[in-house]
């Protein structure tokens, strides 16, 4: 742990605590309304997304924002009539 860990800890502690609270409830929210059900690709993303935060190497956040990206596309131009 680095000198300044502890300070960035004290600083992010909170922040970090209410946006996992938030993902907890809007998880739970989905489930009672029964969204949850099915093949939904959207669903699988957050799960990935998830099991990177969960994982100890880095770059957590390249990763993450990969998950939600589209795969390049050579061809995007024409495909989206550019």
């Known amino acids: 742990m680095s000198a300044d860990t502890p300070t960035l800890l004290d600083r992010q502690f909170l922040t970090m605590r209410a946006k996992l609270l938030e993902l907890a409830a809007d998880w739970d929210r989905l489930e009672r309304g029964g ?3 099915g093949n939904d690709s959207r669903l699988e ?34 495909a989206m009539n550019i």
Do not use: C, M
């Open 45 to 78: 993303q957050l799960r990935d997304a998830v099991r990177v935060l969960l994982e100890e190497s880095r770059p957590r956040a390249e990763k993450v924002q990969t998950i939600f990206s589209r795969r390049y596309d050579p061809s995007w131009r024409s």
């Open 35 to 37: 969204e949850l059900a």
